[in-house]
């Protein structure tokens, strides 16, 4: 398959540009918008061939034309567990907005837009109506050994990807035995070590949050807390920092892990420091999903 220009909208580290090459879509020319300096040196460390276009807010001013696609993950912050879930009032979920203008202006042949799954149907509804179509929802667990479930929204029909089966203990670099778990802060009860949520005399303590199931990976985010390892053994432990030793009873994922788990190729962020590269892979797209997703529109 060829494609004229291909435009990469909130591009991050260029998660796309990687995909087109093992969908083995060929391309004239790779436009990317994106402001995160981090991102952008990773992207540029690896790719000589992207076309650099900066802020997606000064789209009037870019001399481009002829896009075949457009593709993009607008910020998901005012969506997100994590966030304050302000919906469209946030600044960085206003940009779909944006997306939709430069959509409807450009015309392309394809689109591909990814986001969170929303607390409230209300929300992916307003999406919905603007891109036109809805959503299909594919967990990257299909494809990497991390839990990450996410809308896709589509010009052209997709199906689920076949199940590769991989596991977290294919992707660890040591520990391969060790369990996923999380880092959470939680009220418990000292004396009775259970859960008080409404009392106001119990601290927040952070706890691990170690998974009996042994096979995938919580979701990555930009803390490095809401996805480790631990050897213990399945349950909730107390006070992780001062009663369990970091590095012995659990310890953080490595950027290898993390670059595995996004099915990126190793080393791939390693043109910045390691917390630049654990924040834009939390933010970033599991890759191989994306690939299956332009398989898909080479079928069309």
Known sequence: MKLRNVLSLFD???????ALERANIDFDN????????????VAKDNFSDIKHLGDVNNWREWDIQEIDLIMGGSPCQGFANQGKRLNF???????????????NHFQPKYFILENVIMNKKEWTAIINEYMGVEPVRINSNLVSAQNRPRYYWTNFEISQPADKKIVLSDILEKDNDWRPTSIVGRKINPKTMKREDSNPDVPYTQCLQVKKDKSKAGCLTTVQKDSCISKLEAGRYFDCFNNYTQGVDWRYLTPIEYERLQTLPDGYTKAVSDNQRFKMMGNGWTVDVITHILNEMKGV
């Open 12 to 18: 991050g580290m260029a998660c796309g540009r990687i």
């Open 30 to 41: 790779y436009y990317a918008s994106e402001i995160d300096k981090h991102c952008i040196a």
């Open 89 to 103: 009032e946030d600044s960085r979920s206003k940009l779909f907005f944006t997306f939709v203008e430069i959509l």
